[in-house]
């Protein structure tokens, strides 16, 4: 739990996007953590992301499964070090399936087959702008969990970048998932709090995963742009 007396009931912040407090206990936590760390070391390590535009993004990421650059998928770190992107661990797999039980349910979660993560770390004052997580070919649900400081999380709309939207506070433990008619709806993080992790999870900033499907079969994807 986050520290909460009695943990927050779960949310739906609009059709298909389900925010639920503390759904990693602490043990949980800490065993996530621990494995965000061996992914972010090198060969196909954490790296900061360049945007085509030249300017650069704030949060550092490391990809598992398929490697994510802007705006496409390969199986190697093209705008990196070039090295094989790592496996997408069946353990991850698991948990994010079962994220998608407690949230839309059996039927939804024994058809999710994921095969990507992206592990952000934010640093102080790393923040992501409004997006659309587009790149993959599958209409699956977007799995999010976070870990360390707390988060304003900006869920909006499919149409464009701004009003309407809902701000969330993610915590560490927290679970989000978007499926359904949010699956492709825009979202962001403003801002992290710095300090408000919880002593006990020795991690300085936030991390969160994310977990989906590519629906690429074998081959690489490109959005078309940039490389
Ligand atoms: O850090 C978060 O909570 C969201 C991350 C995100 O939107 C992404 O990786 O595409
Ligand atoms: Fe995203």
Redesign the pocket.
């Known amino acids: 739990m986050s520290g909460e007396l009695f943990p927050l009931p779960a949310a739906e912040i609009a059709p298909g996007a389900v925010h639920v407090p503390g759904w990693l206990d602490t043990q949980e936590q800490l065993r996530l953590l621990a494995a965000c760390r061996e992914w972010a070391k090198p060969p196909a390590g954490l790296r900061t992301v360049r945007m085509p535009n030249g300017g650069q993004m704030s949060?550092r990421?490391v990809c598992l499964g398929w490697h994510w650059y802007p705006y496409g998928y390969a199986r190697t770190v093209v705008d990196g070090d070039g090295a094989p992107v790592k496996p997408f661990p069946a353990p991850l797999g698991a948990l994010a399936r079962r994220a998608v039980a407690a949230t839309l349910g059996e039927e939804e979660a024994a058809r999710y087959e994921p095969d990507i993560a992206?592990v952000?770390f934010?640093g102080h004052g790393a923040r992501?702008g409004m997006?659309r997580?587009k790149e993959e070919r599958s209409a699956a649900p977007?799995v999010?969990l976070?870990l360390g400081d707390t988060?304003t999380?900006r869920f909006g709309n499919t149409e464009n970048r701004g009003r309407p939207w809902t701000d969330v506070e993610?915590r560490s433990g927290d679970l989000?998932v978007f499926g359904g008619p949010s699956r492709f709806a825009h979202?962001?993080?403003p801002r992290t709090f710095p300090g408000t992790a919880e002593p006990v999870l020795g991690l300085r900033g936030?991390v969160?995963v994310?977990v989906r499907v590519g629906g690429f079969g074998n081959s690489d994807s490109s959005g078309g742009s940039g490389y």
């Open positions: 949060v990421t992206l952000n934010y992501m997006h997580d977007v999010s976070s988060c999380f993610l989000f979202h962001g993080v936030r969160n994310t």
